[in-house]
């Protein structure tokens, strides 16, 4: 394991001080369930000698509605946003997803910020937070910016933080409540797998059934998570039929080709994430 000096502080200033002071020579370690590999297989970037630990700072730890919106700290566990009442009555989709996400130990440590800032294509949080339109919060010093979950992610592996920037914060709006929302995946396993393909949808639809508000974004298939925009064109103001599911569907599809390329892997690709967005789009509308 690379050698490092492990700094616990004591709250959110003096680990935004910490990191102020140290910039590229620190990384922020909260649940690890990433970093520690990195560790075991020497690949922290070189430099790298302080692990800041933030796991035990309470005010990273909270899941609470704040007026129309839901605020997240940074700290909360997969298993804390699974369990979360409030979570599941006003943004399931994000319940949905940590649920599915890795393993009981896994979702036991591992944080939704650090499965954000990681930015692997797989990570299950980033579709639902997407569909959410959530905002992430960054602090600096005294200072902080947001940045909209979208233009967070600036490749597979990269996001817009700065080294001596700390992710504190993730908010949302909450679900009206004629809205409904789906999170579903595929893996090789129930359990202990990353997610070969993942989709999530929220939607608001009238007292008719028919669609009046819809969003759709997936994980695995594309390099960055994103709205699938001509997709949810198809299904506006209609109470969707079969066709027009499909018809949403090959649309996914065709822009995750466009997103991606072809690859070897395409073929295998195309027909599962169609029968995927088809299985979300019929739990939203209740069919």
Sequence with gaps: MQDFDLIRP?????????????????????????????LRKHKLPAGTTMLLDISSLAELNYIIEE????????????AQL??????????????????????PQIRNRGTIGGNIVAAAPCADTAPPLVVLQAIVVLRKGNDQREVAIESFFKGPFQV????????????????PRDSKSAFVRLARRNALAKSRMSLAVA?????????????????????????????????LGKIPAEEDLKEAAELISGEMIERSGFRWSTDYKKPVVEVLAVRALKRVMGV
């Excluded at 933080?161 to 909450?174: D, G, H, Q, V």
């Design 10 to 38: 004591e709250n959110i200033a003096e680990s935004c001080n910490l990191l102020a002071s140290m910039g590229n020579k620190a990384r922020v370690i909260a649940g690890g369930t990433d970093l520690m590999i990195d």
């Design 82 to 103: 699974a369990a979360s009442k409030l979570l599941k009555e006003k943004a399931l989709v994000l319940a949905e997803a940590a649920l599915a996400l890795g393993s």
């Design 203 to 235: 939607a608001r639809l009238n007292d008719e059934h028919k669609i009046e508000e819809i969003r759709i974004s997936a994980g695995s298939v594309t390099p960055l998570p994103c709205r699938f925009k001509a997709a949810e064109a198809v299904l």
């Design 67 to 78: 007026g129309e919106f839901i605020r997240i700290g940074a700290g909360v566990t997969h």
């Design 160 to 175: 817009n933080i700065a080294p001596n920037e700390l992710l504190s914060e993730i908010y949302f709006k909450k679900l």
